[in-house]
């Protein structure tokens, strides 16, 4: 069975602090990508990153990075230097190309950044 | 603004109604999909269609259905409404290609009450 679990259910931190939040998913499917969305307090979704099963290549955007590790089936996202503008939920993602194209969300992570 | 509309914003209803939801994609997009937020369930992926044909399948109701028009954009519809239908409908679209990684780009979602 796929699975995406987030088990960081909140965090707070206080603006200017690295935080990460953790993502760990299940599949036996070789071939999958791994998504990262923000739903800021106005409600809509933004995507932030897509990785496929055969980068491990850690990725950079500004203050934030993707630490993707396969052997232990992760994909983490760290904020570097929050800001109080990082305050969303943020949902790691699961996408199963074969097959069905299941698309399997965890429970997201609420994140708040105090000023 | 992603480009991608949905209207309603908000609809009212009461239990054993149907109702539609529209989503017109991004210029281009050929892909629209649809999902629902609700406290009980999180994010669920509902459907994919593609260029007027279903793609993918995800936890559908059966008393749900959608249908992708050829000017391309999408109708939601759900009938014999239930209060634990109360949800929040996203729709979105993506490009062709890296069939399962696409990027998605989100509408501002419809906010569904049942009473």
């Known amino acids: 069975a796929q699975k995406v679990t987030q088990a960081q259910t909140e965090i707070s931190v206080v603006e200017k602090e690295d935080v990460t939040l953790d993502c760990v998913y299940e599949?036996?499917?070789?071939?999958?990508?791994l998504f990262w969305y923000k739903q800021p307090p106005s409600g809509e979704l933004v995507f932030l990153i897509r990785?496929?099963?055969?980068?491990?290549q850690n990725e950079i955007s500004g203050r934030y990075s993707w630490n993707f590790q396969k052997s232990t089936s992760s994909f983490n996202f760290t904020i570097t230097a929050s800001q109080v503008v990082d305050s969303a939920v943020y949902f790691c993602?699961?996408?199963?190309?074969?097959?069905?194209?299941?698309?399997?969300f965890g429970t997201g992570t609420r994140l708040k950044v105090l000023a | 603004d992603s480009g991608v509309t949905q209207t309603p914003k908000h609809l009212i209803t009461a239990t054993g109604q149907r109702v539609t939801l529209r989503c017109s994609p991004r210029s281009g997009d050929l892909s629209v999909y649809w999902y629902q937020q609700s406290l009980d369930q999180g994010l669920q992926f509902l459907i994919q269609y593609y260029n007027g044909e279903e793609r993918a399948k995800g936890n559908i109701l059966e008393r749900f259905s959608a249908q992708q028009f050829p000017d391309l954009h999408s109708e939601l519809n759900l009938s014999s409404l239930e209060l634990g239908d109360s949800a929040l409908y996203f729709c979105a679209s993506s490009a062709p290609g890296l069939a399962g990684g696409e990027t998605q780009y989100f509408g501002p979602g419809t906010r569904l009450l049942v009473l």
């Open positions: 993602a699961l996408r199963l190309p074969s097959g069905t194209y299941k698309y399997i």
């Open positions: 990785r496929n099963s055969f980068d491990e």
């Open positions: 599949t036996r499917d070789t071939t999958y990508y």
